[in-house]
């Protein structure tokens, strides 16, 4: 450095020369610096741990919490959502949840190879039996269905799918969903109905839907308004319902001293004295096993237009019987499920009478077979799909306002209203 400097003291009346020398001793300077911080960059990266030196893993995230140092300035939420689950207190990574499996679409994400969008084969690597569970219930494939039909399902899932819900997979996308248009579908039924599509790793489902992608939280799962988020409406209306009857109104009353986190696998009527909607179709409640099947414990297709005995009637309405036990006593429970059965039943007989006129206006070549383009197919749509859907559900949660005005008052009302517009349809008035 010296010698640089004594050079330009020599060529101090030279300017071009003065200039270039400068720009020289500019660039020298530069270059040593930079091998300098080179250099002691692989001085201290030598003396890191492996763990932090070599291919991002699990571990790595784990010693070094590099995803949240990224994630904090970019999308904080969600690490602080993660922070508080039992995952991250039991030393799960965001590497574990996002690991690319089988048939997963890979992205190299900033030095880390991940999913950006874990299936529900990446919650089957440890929750195997859950999924399987789950795979056997209407919240699968027949939850896509009811809406796009078969699209996007392997044969495989259909065929399997189809030996538990005969004809709820084969089928055709639903005919009002297509009348509605694509907009209406995605954003709309899709929101509800997203939580059984088909993954493109070939595995079926969306556990986020009722567990949250960063708090995996089973009390989320057990909160009322998370089975609300669909469960809900003119058409199910199992949210409006529960919150009416003497459970909702208990759970509302009582939340606080109800244990929401208790482990499923010893839930006791003492952490959860009072159901929610998981306690009776899923939980574990002292002894009882706990499912992801949610139509486990079902005994009727109170869904269909004319509901029938599931297959599993008995079995579905003994297990549900057992756990209604641990807080009612069994005539109380048997009583109930007698008054219920005979709504289901007078409720078949209503819709069974607006089906027959349908039929004969069919007949008589007053109306086409084509979905929705007549008015009658709207009240008709309404009368089964609303209004006797409602009684029934109604009946089966103890909801008897939806039983009465919001279920057989419109029944009545949606009848009358058919046999007028087949009147007009047919000359009579």
């Not at 995952?87 to 991940?114: K, M, N, S, W, Y």
């Not at 058409?235 to 009416?244: P, T, W």
Request: charged share 20%.
């Amino acid at each position: 450095m010296a010698a640089v400097d004594e050079l330009l003291s020599q060529q101090g009346s030279n300017p071009p020369v003065s200039t270039g020398l400068m720009q020289f001793r500019s660039v020298f300077i530069a270059v040593f610096l930079g091998t300098s911080l080179i250099l002691a960059a692989v001085l201290i990266n030598r003396a890191r741990p492996a763990v932090e030196t070599g291919q991002p893993s699990a571990d790595f995230v784990r010693a070094t919490g590099r995803c949240a140092s990224c994630h904090m300035q970019e999308t904080g939420g969600i690490v602080h959502q993660f922070e508080r689950s039992v995952h991250a207190g039991r030393g799960v990574t965001c590497l574990d949840c996002h690991q690319v499996l089988d048939r997963q679409e890979p992205l190299d994400h900033r030095g880390f190879t991940i999913t950006v969008m874990p299936t529900s084969q990446n919650c089957a690597a440890c929750h195997a039996t859950q999924y399987d569970q789950f795979l056997r219930s209407r919240h699968a494939a027949p939850a896509w269905a009811a809406v796009l039909g078969s699209t996007g399902f392997s044969e495989d899932v259909i065929a399997a799918s189809e030996l538990l819900h005969p004809g709820a997979v084969r089928r055709a996308p639903n005919p009002l969903a297509l009348l509605e248009g694509a907009s209406a579908s995605e954003v709309g039924c899709q929101g509800c109905h997203d939580i059984g599509r088909p993954n493109l790793d070939g595995s079926v489902g969306k556990c986020t839907e009722c567990h949250s992608a960063h708090s995996a939280s089973v009390s989320l799962a057990r909160e009322p308004a998370t089975c609300g988020q669909c469960h809900m409406g003119p058409d199910h209306s199992q949210l409006e319902i529960y919150n009416e009857s003497k459970h909702g109104v208990l759970f509302n009353s009582q939340r606080a001293s109800q244990n929401l986190h208790a482990d499923p696998r010893t839930l006791s009527t003492a952490d959860m004295s009072v159901p929610t909607c998981a306690t009776c179709h899923m939980s574990g409640l002292d002894g009882m096993g706990f499912t992801h099947d949610v139509t486990e414990r079902l005994s009727w297709w109170l869904f269909a237009p004319i509901s029938e005995r599931r297959p599993t009637y008995l079995q579905g309405q003994a297990e549900m019987k057992t756990l209604c036990q641990k807080c009612h006593t069994a005539p109380r429970v048997e009583a109930f499920y007698e008054a219920a059965e005979t709504v289901v039943t007078s409720t078949n007989e209503k819709v069974q009478a607006a089906m027959d006129l349908m039929a004969e206006l069919a007949d008589e070549g007053l109306i086409t077979a084509e979905p929705f383009d007549a008015s009658i197919d709207f009240v008709f749509f309404d009368l089964w799909h609303y209004y006797g859907r409602t009684a029934k559900h109604g009946a089966f949660m103890g909801g008897a306002d939806f039983v009465q005005w919001h279920g057989n008052y419109e029944l009545l009302a949606k009848m009358v209203e058919m046999e007028e517009l087949a009147a007009e349809m047919r000359g009579l008035r």
